[in-house]
């Protein structure tokens, strides 16, 4: 099955900073997403991007389908975007996969 | 439209016991996925349906796993008999027969003593 790969796996900054997290994705896909799972547990969609750019904010994802990545973009972060982020991807209407998460702490 | 709805929030229950897991899909949603978080295998795929029929069951770790989906709105998870390993937060997801954007319940937390 297609294999997902984020990284790094953890990161600690500073209130203020600014971060990329990356998901490599091992074979075609027709649906990524990312989704942010908060200190309660809920995993919350932060983007639905298959392919190109989307901004929502302080965050902004970007998909090159063709060489099987995504980034997402996190700008002047703040406390309340501590959580671990996942990276999902889906071939046509086949099963969800997850990646194993990067888990950014954010101090003040 | 309220979302992804599962119930109970929190179950804990004594090993041996029956536990049963239940999620009401966002109306409209083709799909139902359910997953199971851990700190060891993160999130896994149990099992998914597409308009009432499972079509892949392959991650359902043992035979003590069963999942239905009666109608369109509601799907069932069972566990028996529960052991402690099966402790983990349960989640259900569904999206749309197109292949867009899927969302989640809040999960279950279950604990089996």
């Known amino acids: 099955g297609i294999q997902v790969e984020q990284s790094p796996p953890d990161l600690i900054l500073q209130e203020g900073a600014n971060s990329t997290l990356r998901c490599n994705f091992s074979?075609?896909?027709?649906?990524l997403q990312w989704f942010h799972q908060n200190p309660w547990g809920q995993l919350i969609n932060l983007f639905y991007?298959?392919?190109g750019t989307k901004q929502n904010g302080r965050l902004s994802a970007t998909t090159v389908a063709t060489e099987r990545y995504s980034l997402l973009y996190i700008s002047s972060s703040q406390t309340t975007d501590s959580g671990v982020y996942f990276c999902?991807?889906?071939?046509?209407?086949?099963?969800?996969?997850f990646g194993a998460g990067t888990r950014l702490t954010v101090k003040p | 439209d309220a979302g992804v709805i599962q119930s109970p929030r929190h179950e804990v229950t004594e090993m041996g016991q029956e536990v049963t897991l239940r999620c009401k899909p966002i109306s409209g949603h083709d799909y139902l996925f359910w997953y199971r978080q851990t700190m060891m295998r993160g999130l896994e795929l149990l099992i998914y349906?597409?308009?009432?029929?499972?079509?892949?069951d392959s991650g359902m770790p043992e035979d003590r796993f069963s999942a239905k989906m009666p109608n369109a709105s509601f799907s069932t998870l069972k566990i028996q008999p529960s052991e402690p390993r099966d402790s983990a937060v349960y989640f259900c997801?569904?999206?749309?027969?197109?292949?867009?954007?899927?969302?989640f319940g809040q999960g279950t937390r279950l604990t089996v003593v």
């Open positions: 991007i298959p392919s």
């Open positions: 349906f597409n308009n009432n029929v499972p079509i892949d």
């Open positions: 074979d075609s896909v027709n649906n």
């Open positions: 999902a991807v889906r071939v046509y209407n086949n099963d969800m996969r």
């Open positions: 997801a569904s999206t749309p027969v197109s292949n867009t954007e899927a969302f």
